[in-house]
């Protein structure tokens, strides 16, 4: 039997190539998003624990601080007592951003790791074996070993000079020992002793890792060991990886969730496809089945004949999908490859499918066919062999139209409800009940929609009767025309929803951008937000910028890591007296005099909306920050932001805390105001002589970086206006869908048209006419539905924290119907020439 199921069902589908062709798309569409889309992160991961492991080196336990800063050297004392540790060394080890041009264009380094050791511990836990010169020794002050590699890219040798940005200003490092070329993947490192790194960095007896290498080889002994460090340091502490890239990890998980959410929308808009495709093939095949019936197929045979074409259709499409999404990662992996070399300094392999992934896809392309067939195919199977061989079924099909319209105006009342309450999680709910609520009601007002549309059809192309007759063929199957144009009405109201958060977004972050960077002049460094890698100056560069002639305001920013409630976060160190005087943080709550006074006075911060939206907290919440003297209480006494840590989850505190918890003065960003009269020519020219100094900061005009950011801002949804346009892409297909099908089904009746004298352009009209009324039903329903998801997805923003306000897309309405329009004019190309083209006699014979 299942043989004969299969067999029937392949015979079918290749009987009807184009409409298994456009079927199998659908999904394809959907399963392609998902698979290309999931690669990313883990590959990602993957890249970033290679360069992790790269730089921790071949050592049983590393330990670092959770939050990835600098801990006091003395912390190695409580070790000491620990038994079987064999071996022991503290390091500080730092990632520098190269300036671009700093070693000059074709040398190709964008960022070193600067690595303080002692060199009396450090050789008795890994080799270091010296091709040239020397080792260092405990007596070095300004020297350096490196790699022959990184020696051949900067065309250095021993007793050369190499010359690194430092917290100092711009620092000579004699190269005084050349190790084997560097074949780990990472950055190129070079090595200086423990003291000499403290001072280039400004983190006096401060290290940053604890290597061990432990007695034991017995694995029950080793765990012991570790168990045993662990206690000993707490858990503040991590024993294994570095804590690395956190912020920009959860960045990329955000990120991936959107993309998840397109794929998952395009494979709704596929199970409607494959819905509509399976109900006019039952009533196509009513017949077919009648006579299956009549000959003792049982209803089971029936479901079990309809649900292998959806398998066969799902998994073909799923198969394809994943091919060519894993094609779709492998080019974003390799497209993103130089951004990721330059500010993430990592290396990407080869793209990672894991297991889970593959089973996901599966499971979502052919459980979304199978599940889209599952109603056609009960709906036929209930079909008896005498009412089969009846000509209609009108009177079922409308008892079932009124029962879900009434259904579906329940749902619409709800939804309204859901949205008037302002609560996101009913606004949200009721976005979903709003868009099936439509979908239900819109069968019954297929007929009054198409009524007004025809007319204004028939003024405007369908002469000649044809939109009448297109009008006719959509109340016919008014249940099959509703599901087509909601096919629609979801691909467009996308484009409205997501257009309507676009500019909603974009009004409220060009507003956050103003504030945050309205200084005159910006001293930025090489990679901005990613404040981790960037080496700052000491306290010197911001004394002599504040004594310049013209300088009026100076305030810097310092940087920091925490964790709070488990969640890392940044912290920014400002000066509550000079930051309110060059720039503005954007607040949701809280007084900005009230907070900005209290930075000083107490623990406390400002925390950003993404902050307090995944730890959960609200304003006067006490949380406790992680540091390198141990857990310290905040208060949090406002929720603003700025536009660089935006997707960052981000607390500002006071310069003073940040010094006295974290030990932290390194000042990594100054934004200045020139003196009422100063000229900026001047002064300019006498910033950028200091800055000589220290060439890890660019000086740039804030006015230019504002125009700068929203030319990047611009770029950025540019992306998301074509994801868009690939996620309209389904639309397309059910158009084509329905009227191929619709062609093939009204063969007897086109045929009987051009013997009665229809013309072939007449035929070729009426089915444009049908093409751009069904677009007109789902643009209208595309529009309401878009108004309602542009609202709640922008009060979903609202709620992380995001400072947007919703913003009425006018353009998103006008692209909405022009993309309707032309929806409908290309559907209906292929499906118009095939009616045309039927020769007469063949078509009254078609069965």
Same mark, same amino acid.
């Given at each position: 039997?299942?043989?004969?199921?299969?067999?029937?069902?392949?015979?079918?589908?290749?009987?009807?190539?184009?409409?298994?062709?456009?079927?199998?798309?659908?999904?394809?569409?959907?399963?392609?998003?998902?698979?290309?889309?999931?690669?990313?992160?883990? *590959?990602?991961?993957?890249?970033?624990?290679?360069?992790?492991?790269?730089?921790?080196? /071949?050592?049983?336990?590393?330990?670092?601080?959770?939050?990835?800063?600098?801990?006091?050297?003395?912390?190695?004392?409580?070790?000491?007592? &620990?038994?079987?540790?064999?071996?022991?060394?503290?390091?500080? *080890?730092?990632?520098?951003?190269?300036?671009?041009?700093?070693?000059?264009?074709?040398?190709?380094?964008?960022?070193?790791?600067? $690595?303080?050791?002692?060199?009396?511990?450090?050789? $008795?836990? %890994?080799?270091?074996?010296?091709?040239?010169? %020397?080792?260092?020794?405990?007596?070095?002050?300004?020297?350096?070993?490196?790699?022959?590699?990184?020696?051949?890219?900067?065309?250095?040798?021993?007793?050369?000079?190499?010359?690194?940005?430092?917290?100092?200003?711009?620092?000579?490092?004699?190269?005084?020992?050349?190790?084997?070329?560097?074949?780990?993947?990472?950055?190129?490192?070079?090595?200086?002793?423990?003291?000499?790194?403290?001072?280039?960095?400004?983190?006096?007896?401060?290290?940053?890792? @604890?290597?061990?290498?432990?007695?034991?080889?017995?694995?029950?002994?080793?765990?012991?060991?570790?168990?045993?460090?662990?206690?000993?340091?707490?858990?503040?502490?991590?024993?294994?990886?570095?804590?690395?890239?956190?912020?920009?990890?959860?960045?990329?998980?955000?990120?991936?969730?959107?993309?998840?959410?397109?794929?998952?929308?395009?494979?709704?808009?596929?199970?409607?496809?494959?819905?509509?495709?399976?109900?006019?093939?039952?009533?196509?095949?009513?017949?077919?089945?009648?006579?299956?019936?009549?000959?003792?197929?049982?209803?089971?045979?029936?479901?079990?004949?309809?649900?292998?074409?959806?398998?066969?259709?799902?998994?073909?499409?799923?198969?394809?999908?994943?091919?060519?999404?894993?094609?779709?990662?492998?080019?974003?992996?390799?497209?993103?490859?130089?951004?990721?070399?330059?500010?993430?300094?990592? /290396?990407?392999?080869?793209?990672?499918?894991?297991?889970?992934?593959?089973?996901?896809?599966?499971?979502?392309?052919?459980?979304?066919?199978?599940?889209?067939?599952?109603?056609?195919?009960?709906?036929?199977?209930?079909?008896?062999?005498?009412?089969?061989?009846?000509?209609?079924?009108?009177?079922?099909?409308?008892?079932?139209?009124?029962?879900?319209?009434?259904?579906?105006?329940?749902?619409?009342?709800?939804?309204?409800?859901?949205?008037?309450?302002?609560?996101?999680?009913?606004?949200?709910?009721?976005?979903?009940?709003?868009?099936?609520?439509?979908?239900?009601?819109?069968?019954?007002?297929?007929?009054?929609?198409?009524?007004?549309?025809?007319?204004?059809?028939?003024?405007?192309?369908?002469?000649?009767?044809?939109?009448?007759?297109?009008?006719?063929?959509?109340?016919? /199957?008014?249940?099959?025309?509703?599901?087509?144009? *909601?096919?629609?009405?979801?691909?467009?109201?996308?484009?409205?929803?997501?257009?309507?958060?676009?500019?909603?977004?974009?009004?409220?972050?060009?507003?956050?951008?103003?504030?945050?960077?309205?200084?005159?002049?910006?001293?930025?460094?090489?990679?901005?937000?990613?404040?981790?890698?960037?080496?700052?100056?000491?306290?010197?560069?911001?004394? %002599?910028?504040?004594?310049?002639?013209?300088?009026?305001?100076?305030?810097?920013?310092?940087?920091?890591?925490?964790?709070?409630?488990?969640?890392?976060?940044?912290?920014?160190?400002?000066?509550?007296?000079?930051?309110?005087?060059?720039?503005?943080?954007?607040?949701?709550?809280?007084?900005?005099?009230?907070?900005?006074?209290?930075?000083?006075?107490?623990?406390?911060?400002?925390?950003?909306?993404?902050?307090?939206?995944?730890?959960?907290?609200?304003?006067?919440?006490?949380? %406790?920050?992680?540091?390198?003297?141990?857990?310290?209480?905040?208060?949090?006494?406002?929720?603003?932001?700025?536009?660089?840590?935006?997707?960052?989850?981000?607390?500002?505190?006071?310069? $003073?805390?940040?010094?006295?918890?974290?030990?932290?003065?390194?000042? @990594?960003?100054?934004?200045?105001?020139?003196?009422?009269?100063?000229?900026?020519?001047?002064?300019?020219?006498?910033?950028?002589?200091?800055?000589?100094?220290?060439?890890?900061?660019?000086?740039?005009?804030?006015?230019?970086?504002?125009?700068?950011?929203?030319?990047?801002?611009?770029?950025?949804?540019?992306?998301?206006?074509?994801?868009?346009?690939?996620?309209?892409?389904?639309?397309? @297909?059910?158009?084509?869908?329905?009227?191929?099908?619709?062609?093939?089904?009204?063969?007897?009746?086109?045929?009987?048209?051009?013997?009665?004298?229809?013309?072939?352009?007449?035929?070729?009209?009426?089915?444009?006419?049908?093409?751009?009324?069904?677009?007109?039903?789902?643009?209208?329903?595309?529009?309401?539905?878009?108004?309602?998801?542009?609202?709640?997805?922008?009060?979903?923003?609202?709620?992380?924290?995001?400072? &947007?306000?919703?913003?009425?897309?006018?353009?998103?309405?006008?692209?909405?119907?022009?993309?309707?329009?032309?929806?409908?004019?290309?559907?209906?190309?292929?499906?118009?020439?095939?009616?045309?083209?039927?020769?007469?006699?063949?078509?009254?014979?078609?069965?």
């Amino acid at each position: 039997m299942i043989r004969l199921q299969v067999a029937l069902a392949a015979r079918y589908l290749w009987g009807r190539k184009l409409r298994t062709f456009l079927t199998t798309l659908a999904i394809v569409f959907g399963t392609l998003v998902i698979f290309g889309m999931n690669i990313l992160l883990p *590959s990602m991961l993957k890249a970033f624990q290679s360069n992790i492991l790269a730089a921790s080196g /071949q050592v049983d336990v590393t330990v670092t601080l959770k939050t990835g800063e600098a801990f006091s050297a003395a912390v190695m004392n409580r070790l000491h007592t &620990v038994a079987g540790i064999r071996a022991m060394a503290g390091s500080l *080890s730092r990632t520098i951003n190269i300036p671009d041009g700093y070693f000059g264009r074709r040398s190709g380094i964008t960022a070193l790791t600067l $690595t303080g050791i002692d060199p009396r511990s450090a050789p $008795t836990l %890994r080799n270091y074996p010296i091709k040239e010169g %020397r080792f260092l020794r405990a007596g070095d002050t300004t020297s350096a070993v490196i790699a022959s590699s990184l020696a051949d890219s900067l065309g250095l040798k021993v007793g050369d000079k190499l010359h690194l940005p430092t917290t100092e200003g711009d620092v000579h490092l004699k190269v005084v020992g050349l190790l084997p070329a560097r074949a780990l993947p990472g950055n190129e490192e070079v090595l200086v002793t423990l003291t000499e790194a403290q001072k280039l960095l400004d983190l006096d007896g401060r290290i940053n890792t @604890i290597e061990i290498n432990l007695d034991a080889a017995n694995t029950a002994q080793r765990e012991a060991a570790q168990k045993a460090i662990q206690a000993a340091l707490g858990s503040d502490y991590t024993l294994g990886g570095l804590s690395s890239g956190t912020e920009i990890l959860a960045s990329m998980q955000i990120g991936q969730i959107a993309m998840n959410l397109f794929g998952f929308l395009a494979l709704f808009m596929g199970g409607f496809i494959i819905f509509n495709t399976f109900r006019t093939v039952v009533a196509e095949r009513r017949h077919d089945m009648g006579m299956l019936r009549a000959l003792g197929a049982s209803r089971g045979t029936i479901i079990g004949l309809i649900l292998t074409e959806g398998f066969l259709q799902g998994a073909l499409g799923t198969l394809i999908g994943m091919v060519l999404g894993y094609l779709m990662g492998a080019l974003i992996l390799k497209f993103l490859q130089p951004t990721l070399t330059m500010f993430l300094h990592v /290396q990407m392999g080869m793209p990672v499918v894991q297991p889970w992934l593959v089973v996901l896809t599966i499971a979502s392309g052919i459980g979304v066919t199978l599940l889209a067939g599952l109603w056609p195919a009960f709906s036929a199977s209930r079909v008896t062999p005498l009412e089969a061989l009846r000509p209609s079924i009108s009177e079922t099909i409308q008892r079932t139209a009124v029962a879900g319209a009434a259904a579906g105006a329940v749902m619409l009342v709800l939804a309204a409800i859901g949205l008037a309450s302002g609560v996101l999680s009913l606004a949200a709910l009721g976005g979903l009940l709003f868009i099936v609520g439509i979908v239900l009601v819109a069968p019954a007002l297929v007929k009054p929609i198409a009524s007004v549309f025809s007319r204004l059809l028939g003024l405007a192309l369908a002469r000649d009767g044809a939109g009448i007759l297109a009008q006719s063929n959509l109340i016919r /199957q008014p249940s099959r025309s509703a599901i087509t144009a *909601s096919t629609t009405m979801v691909g467009l109201a996308i484009i409205v929803g997501l257009g309507g958060m676009v500019w909603s977004v974009s009004g409220g972050f060009l507003k956050v951008l103003e504030r945050s960077l309205g200084s005159d002049y910006l001293i930025i460094p090489p990679s901005v937000g990613m404040w981790k890698s960037n080496v700052g100056a000491g306290e010197d560069l911001s004394n %002599r910028l504040r004594a310049t002639p013209g300088v009026g305001v100076v305030s810097s920013m310092r940087f920091a890591t925490a964790s709070a409630n488990g969640t890392a976060v940044s912290l920014l160190g400002i000066d509550p007296a000079t930051y309110p005087k060059v720039a503005s943080l954007t607040f949701q709550a809280g007084d900005p005099k009230t907070a900005y006074a209290a930075l000083d006075k107490e623990r406390s911060l400002i925390a950003n909306g993404l902050f307090v939206a995944q730890a959960g907290l609200h304003v006067g919440d006490v949380v %406790r920050l992680s540091t390198p003297t141990g857990d310290k209480p905040y208060r949090i006494i406002a929720i603003a932001g700025d536009y660089l840590n935006a997707k960052v989850t981000t607390a500002y505190i006071s310069q $003073t805390y940040l010094e006295k918890d974290f030990r932290k003065d390194e000042d @990594i960003l100054f934004q200045i105001n020139l003196a009422p009269g100063a000229d900026a020519t001047r002064v300019e020219a006498k910033l950028r002589k200091i800055l000589a100094d220290y060439p890890q900061f660019k000086l740039l005009s804030g006015r230019s970086y504002i125009e700068e950011n929203k030319q990047i801002f611009n770029a950025v949804f540019v992306f998301y206006f074509v994801l868009l346009g690939v996620l309209a892409a389904p639309s397309l @297909i059910a158009l084509l869908n329905t009227l191929a099908i619709g062609v093939i089904e009204r063969t007897r009746e086109i045929g009987m048209l051009r013997a009665i004298g229809a013309t072939r352009r007449q035929v070729r009209r009426m089915v444009i006419a049908e093409s751009l009324l069904l677009a007109g039903i789902g643009t209208a329903f595309g529009l309401l539905a878009g108004l309602y998801l542009g609202y709640v997805m922008v009060l979903g923003l609202s709620v992380t924290g995001i400072p &947007v306000v919703y913003v009425f897309p006018y353009a998103g309405l006008v692209a909405a119907i022009a993309a309707g329009l032309i929806f409908g004019v290309l559907a209906a190309l292929i499906p118009a020439r095939q009616a045309a083209g039927m020769e007469i006699v063949r078509a009254l014979r078609y069965e």
